[in-house]
């Protein structure tokens, strides 16, 4: 057992799915953070298990052949960002093994990613979500990691230009006008977070207040200043009384503008509010959701449902493509947003249901309704075991699951074979470079016999 405090040499093999760098000592599992597969460290011990250590970089002795320069003043005290002391073709070899040793380890799968799909990694994020608070200085940022500490940040490289020249508005503002910033611990303060969003296609800005009280004070002159920046659509309020972490409060007042943006996805305009889910980075979901398509399998004669549908984006890129679109989502803002871009977009044979995927599900097959393929897109979390069961019993031909964790997503389709589903096919996709995060698509079809 390594001693709390020890210095070792080690060299580094892999990584953990939370980024970290792995080697081992003395039969040991050692983490280290920042660390590079090929690295030989000198690491000081931090922390110290029966069956793993954690460790922190005091020297590297001989650098990986993947190292770069890092690129970004707040990448050891932000969190929000894994990768950047390593090349992106390091990174991406590092996200397809993750996906394709989940698969192996947790299902006894074998299958190996068909394509793996990398984007931009700068700029390509288009929501942001800054607290904001009072720390001696005004600090908006993002929270470091396992904390409510906010690492004040002046430019995030992962966001678009705008949102920048956008928090500087507000910091002049909250000067200025001697707004109050909110504390978690008294639950004082007006303004808590600053949330921005950007269609790609169109470059409109939506930008969101989200405040704990009824009305912003020198709302009108915060109007002002924003308005001298071009692409600004609208100003939107959102109210969270509540003493939570949860960012958004369910309330929405529009200061200027409509509420709300409009983006351009897989050839659909796509109205985006603040209780939208639209995903982070609209170029690689397109290029996504055209896998899914392929995955699909679609001939025009199909009815395709589309559990866990949000805005209805994936399900509305395939209405061309099928005889019917069934939409379900449990969160009733998305299921209106789904029935809204359908309406814009004169799509005509889509319908969307607000309710729980299993129970929707249970629904529709008590109705008779036999879906020719199911598109599954679920949370983190992944699917419950009595919706793999309900969507397996409607027999479709083909499952496209899509999922924004590898674990969860090896675990279903394990399940899923049991029930006689084979996972034929997987794709990997990066919406997230830089980060840990990945995307998968998967193609699920019917053993015959």
């Known amino acids: 057992m390594l001693l709390k405090n020890a210095q070792i040499e080690l060299t580094v ?17 050692v983490f280290v953070g920042n660390a590079a597969v090929g690295d030989r460290l000198k690491v000081h011990i931090i922390k110290s298990k029966k069956t793993y250590a954690i460790g922190k970089i005091v020297d590297i002795l001989e650098p990986s052949e993947d190292r770069i320069p890092v690129d970004c003043p707040y990448f050891n005290s932000c969190g929000g960002c894994a990768y950047r002391h390593i090349s992106y073709e390091a990174e991406l070899n590092a996200k397809k093994d993750r996906v394709e040793q989940a698969f192996s380890r947790l299902s006894h799968i074998d299958i190996k990613a ?14 942001a979500q800054f607290p904001v608070g009072l720390d001696k200085e005004i ?13 004040d940040c002046s430019d995030c490289l992962l966001q678009p230009e705008e949102f920048s020249e956008i928090t500087d508005v507000f910091r002049e503002w909250i000067r200025d006008k001697n707004i109050s910033l909110y504390d978690e611990k008294t639950h004082k303060g ?15 800005i939506m930008v969101c207040a989200v405040i704990n009280a009824d009305s912003l004070p020198e709302a009108n002159d915060l109007e002002k200043r924003l308005k001298k920046i071009e692409n600004i659509k609208t100003l939107v309020l959102n109210i969270n009384r509540e003493k939570t972490n949860v960012i958004l409060g369910k309330k929405c007042i529009n200061i200027f503008g409509d509420g709300y943006i409009t983006d351009i996805l897989c050839g659909n305009k ?17 290029r996504l959701y055209e896998k899914a398509a392929e995955y699909a399998g679609l001939s025009g004669k199909e009815t395709l449902l589309d559990l866990y549908c949000g805005a209805g984006t ?4 395939m209405a061309d493509k099928v005889k019917k679109v069934i939409g379900v989502e449990i969160v009733p803002e998305a299921v209106e947003d789904a029935r809204i871009n359908a309406e814009i977009n004169i799509i005509k044979n889509a319908e969307f249901f607000c309710g729980d995927a299993s129970d929707a599900a249970k629904m529709l097959k008590e109705k008779g309704i036999k879906p020719d393929c199911i598109i599954l897109d679920p949370p983190r979390k992944g699917c419950d075991g009595e919706l793999i069961k309900t969507v397996s019993e409607m027999n479709p031909e083909r499952i496209v699951y ?7 997503l090896a675990r279903d389709c394990a399940v899923f074979k049991d029930y006689g589903y084979k996972t034929d096919r997987l794709s990997v996709f990066d919406l997230f470079p830089r980060t840990v995060h990945v995307e998968t698509v998967v193609l699920m079809t019917k053993k015959k016999g």
Do not use: W
Not at 19 to 26: A, K, L, M, N, Q
Not at 139 to 151: L, T, V
Not at 314 to 317: D, F, M, N, Q, R
């Open 13 to 29: 093999d892999g990584y953990t799915a939370e980024g970290s760098g792995v080697g081992h000592c003395d039969g040991m599992a």
């Open 114 to 127: 068909e394509s793996v799909c990398g984007g931009e990694t700068t700029r390509y994020r288009n929501k």
């Open 190 to 204: 007006v303004l808590r977070h600053i949330y921005l969003r950007k269609a790609a296609a169109t470059g409109e």
């Open 402 to 408: 899509v999922s924004c964790d590898p674990a969860t």
């Open 270 to 286: 796509i109205r985006i509010s603040p209780l939208s889910f639209y995903q982070v980075n609209r170029n690689q979901a397109q």
């Open 314 to 317: 994936i399900g509305l890129s």
């Open 139 to 151: 600090k908006i940022g993002f929270f470091a990691p396992r904390s409510h500490r906010i690492i």
